[in-house]
């Protein structure tokens, strides 16, 4: 029988907010209550905004409330895995070059259903260069397939979605090199044997066009965390009148307050309880 696996893989692109805890409490209390491994996997793939003082920062704020983990990984450094994926995708015809901005998508008038604008298509017939995907200079974009995906999640909630339609085809290669988060999060679920997934219902609407990469790269079976619903972060955040983790403990607050009543801050085996 397979170990259940799953992870939690915040971006490292500012300091953690206590709705970034919850959400790292949540998916560690969902593992450990079945007994699974769970990995702290920090997602800094953006080479302008993330930095390395926040990764550290992250480690140290999710050791404060309490939080153990069977590995810690940095996403960047399995870039090679991620090239590996995108010559598959490249191979198979995949990929193509898309020099449109944000604002020309915007221009399009096409609503997403996450508050975006769809991408319309307009360089779907183009084709990569000679030099392959590599030396192409612009984003790359992974052609989709229309089709309507049925999902549903533990809690029942229907996460049905046609991807394509909804979003149009999604940017794996940034204009700047880097591989999109989306594409990365798959491939590095997939190595790492992860086969639970537990986020924020706020990302619901992400789930489908996951699943639609893992029809060509395979991955876990995802749910949406119940209780953690859209906005959760930002009024948490309120409440404590905080922005950031950073600026509770100086001042006192204690991890029990971030966790709530309903989930008091755990103590991991062999651990003592965490202090302010």
Not at 9 to 26: C, W
Not at 166 to 185: E, K, T
Not at 199 to 222: E, F, H, Y
Request: overall charge positive; glycine content about 10%; proline content about 9%.
């Amino acid at each position: 029988m397979t170990r259940v696996a799953s992870r939690f893989a915040p971006s490292t692109t500012g300091p953690a907010h206590p709705g970034t805890l919850l959400a790292g409490l949540l998916c560690w209390l969902d593992a450990r209550s079945q007994g699974a491994r769970v990995l702290l996997r920090l997602e800094d793939l953006d080479p302008e905004r993330c930095r390395p003082e926040y990764a550290r920062a992250f480690v140290d704020d999710l050791a404060w409330l309490g939080l153990d983990w069977d590995a810690v990984v940095l996403q960047s450094e399995a870039r090679a895995r991620h090239e590996a994926a995108l010559e598959r995708l490249a191979s198979a015809g995949l990929l193509y070059p898309c020099g449109c901005s944000r604002k020309a998508v915007r221009a399009a008038g096409e609503p997403a259903p996450d508050g975006g604008f769809r991408y319309p298509g307009t360089c779907r017939e183009r084709t990569l260069p000679a030099g392959a995907w590599r030396g192409c200079g612009e984003p790359l974009r992974l052609r989709m397939e229309p089709g309507l995906l049925e999902l549903r999640d533990e809690s029942g909630v229907d996460l049905s979605l046609d991807p394509w339609a909804a979003f149009g085809d999604p940017v794996v290669v940034r204009r700047d090199g880097a591989v999109a988060y989306r594409l990365a999060s798959v491939v590095d679920d997939a190595a790492e044997g992860v086969n639970r997934v537990v986020r924020g219902r706020d990302l619901a609407l992400t789930t489908a066009p996951q699943v639609a990469l893992q029809l060509r790269l395979p991955g876990p079976r995802r749910g949406a965390a119940p209780g953690c619903e859209p906005g959760h972060a930002r009024r948490a955040a309120f409440r404590l009148r905080v922005g950031s983790c950073r600026q509770c403990r100086p001042r006192g607050a204690l991890a029990g307050r971030i966790s709530g009543p309903r989930f008091p801050v755990p103590s991991p085996v062999g651990r003592p309880p965490a202090r302010c």
